[in-house]
C-alpha cells in the first residue's frame, strides 16, 4: 500500500456523499440525558459500519443505552488500531438559540449545523469514511481497525466499565484513537495526551420543617448560612482546596510535559475578549494561566438554591440550602479518595448536618509524552495539516479514557476533525465541511503510518 493517491482521490470526489451521511445521522436525535433517540440512532450507526464494510455487533446490557461495536482485519498486518467515539449528545437547549433547528443538518457557509455535528458525529464519520475509502481503491484496510461507540459519553458513560469487563477481548488493540479534537485558530492540528478525572457532588442542609418569619432567626438555624460556612471551608479565595489531603496524590507534571505545556500557543486575550472578562481568575496569565489550566485540580460551585429568589423581598428563614460542586481531577487522584476525604473534612469541620450525594465520577488518564504512538500521530499531522502538531499533555476536560487505559495499558491519543468555533455543548454546534474532509484524509494517512511502525 505505497500511494494513498488513489485513496486521497476516492475521499475528494465522494466528499458531498460523506457530507451527506454526517447529516443523516445528524438528523437522528440522539439525547442521552433524556433518553430520546437512542435505540434508533445506535441502529443507524450500525447500519453505516455495516455499509462501510464492517463486522457489527450491538452490546446491550440489561441497563443501559447500546454500545455499537464495528471492525475489520487487515489482510496486511496483525496490528489494530482502536476508535473510542460516541453516538450520544448533549441536549440542544437553549433551542431558541439555535439559527435553524438542532437536529437540521442544514449546510451554511460550509458548515453543517446541528447537536452532533462536531462532538462526536462528525469524528465518528470521518474515520468510518477513511477506512471506507482504503476498501472502495485498494480493497483491504493497512491495519486491522475497531470502533467502540458509546451511546451514554455525554453522561459519564455509566455501564461502559461493565461493557469492557465482559467484552475484555474484542477492545484488545495495540493503541487508541480517542473521540475528540481538531485544528486551533492557526490550522494546526492538537493532540490531546489524557483527561482529567471528575467527581460532581451535591450538598444539602435542612433547617426546621418549614419556611419560618425572619423576625425569630435568633432561634431558628439558617440552613443557607450553614452551606456557606461549609462551602468555606472547603476553598479560599486564593483558589486553595482546604479538604485534608486533597493534594497528597497530585502529581507534579514532568521535565518533558512542562516542555510540551511551553510550546502550547495560547491565546488568552482572544479567549477572554470572548468571556468578556478583564483577567483571569487570580490575574493568572501566559503559561502560568495554561499550566494552572491544564495541571490543577479544581473545586466548583456549579450551583446554589436556597429561599426566596423572586421579586423583591420576601423575609423569610429558608427550610433547606442546596449547592452542586464538581471537583476536576489531575493523576494520580481518584474521585473515590477525594469523595472520602470530603465526607471526612466536613464532619472532622464541625458540619455532621449536611447530606452528600455523589453524582458521576471519572479517573484521570494520561499517555505518557515520549510514548511511540504518540510521536506517530504528531509526525501524520503534520504531514497532513502542513504544520506542526501542538501536543497537550493533558486536556482540562473528562471522560471514560481511564476504563481503557487501566483494562488494557494501550496509549490513547485523542485527535479529531473539529475547529475552534464548532460550538460544541453549545447552540448552533458546527462542523466545517473543509475540516471534516481534511480530516478524514490524516484519519487516512494515520492508518498507514501506524502500519509502518
Ligand atoms: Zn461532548
Known amino acids: 500500500m505505497e500511494n494513498l493517491e488513489n485513496v486521497y482521490a476516492y475521499i475528494d470526489a465522494n466528499s458531498r456523499d460523506f457530507v451527506e451521511t454526517l447529516i443523516q445521522l445528524v438528523r437522528q436525535p440522539s439525547i442521552s440525558a433524556k433518553g430520546e433517540g437512542i435505540q434508533e440512532c445506535a441502529e443507524l450507526v450500525e447500519k453505516l459500519m455495516k455499509e462501510t464494510g464492517l463486522t457489527t455487533r450491538i452490546i446491550q446490557l440489561e441497563e443501559g443505552n447500546p454500545v455499537v461495536y464495528g471492525e475489520i482485519r487487515s489482510g496486511e498486518t496483525d496490528k489494530t488500531l482502536l476508535f473510542y467515539d460516541h453516538y450520544d449528545v448533549q441536549p440542544p437547549d437553549p433551542i431558541e438559540q439555535w439559527i435553524s433547528g438542532p437536529f437540521s443538518g442544514e449546510i451554511r457557509e460550509g458548515k453543517i449545523y446541528g447537536r452532533g455535528a462536531s462532538d462526536n458525529k462528525g469524528n465518528l464519520v470521518s474515520r468510518l469514511k477513511a477506512v471506507e475509502s482504503y476498501l472502495k481503491t485498494v480493497g483491504d484496510v493497512p491495519v486491522n481497525v475497531k470502533f467502540v461507540v458509546d451511546g451514554e459519553e455525554e453522561i459519564g458513560s455509566p455501564h461502559l466499565k461493565q461493557v469492557i469487563n465482559e467484552n475484555k477481548e ?119 494561566a495554561l499550566k494552572a489550566l491544564l495541571c490543577n485540580p479544581s473545586c466548583t460551585i456549579n450551583g446554589i438554591v436556597s429561599g426566596y429568589t423572586g421579586a423583591g423581598s420576601k423575609t423569610i428563614v429558608p427550610r433547606t440550602a442546596m449547592a452542586k460542586l464538581d471537583f476536576r481531577l489531575v493523576p494520580n487522584q481518584t474521585p473515590t479518595e477525594i469523595f472520602g476525604k470530603l465526607v471526612n473534612h466536613l464532619r472532622n469541620s464541625g458540619f455532621k448536618d449536611v447530606k452528600i450525594t455523589k453524582y458521576g465520577s471519572t479517573d484521570p488518564a494520561k499517555t505518557p509524552v515520549n510514548d511511540k504512538f504518540v510521536q506517530t500521530v504528531a509526525k501524520t499531522a503534520e504531514k497532513a495539516y502542513g504544520k506542526k502538531a501542538v501536543i497537550y499533555p493533558i486536556s482540562p476536560g473528562s471522560g471514560p479514557m481511564h476504563l481503557f487505559k487501566n483494562a488494557y495499558g494501550y496509549p490513547i491519543v485523542s485527535v479529531g476533525c473539529s475547529h475552534p468555533e464548532a460550538n460544541v455543548h453549545a447552540p448552533n454546534e458546527n462542523l466545517e465541511i473543509e475540516s471534516f474532509i481534511k480530516g478524514t484524509k490524516f484519519i487516512a494517512l494515520l492508518l498507514q503510518d501506524f502500519s509502518r511502525t
Do not use: Q
Request: with cysteine; net charge negative.
Open 170 to 288: 474484542l477492545f484488545s488493540a495495540d493503541a487508541v484513537i480517542w473521540e475528540f479534537g481538531g485544528t486551533d485558530r492557526e490550522g494546526r492540528p492538537c493532540l490531546y495526551l489524557g483527561l482529567k478525572g471528575i467527581l460532581s457532588v451535591e450538598l444539602r442542609v435542612e433547617g426546621a420543617v418549614k419556611d419560618v418569619h425572619s423576625a425569630n432567626a435568633p432561634l431558628v438555624p439558617n440552613p443557607a448560612w450553614r452551606l456557606v460556612w461549609m462551602l468555606n471551608a472547603i476553598k479560599n479565595e486564593k483558589e486553595e482546596i482546604l479538604i485534608e489531603g486533597f493534594y497528597d496524590n497530585v502529581k507534579a507534571p514532568s521535565k518533558e510535559e512542562l516542555h510540551y505545556i511551553e510550546e502550547i500557543p495560547f491565546d488568552e486575550e482572544e479567549w477572554r475578549r470572548e468571556l468578556g472578562l478583564k483577567e483571569f481568575l487570580l490575574k493568572r496569565s501566559g503559561k502560568e
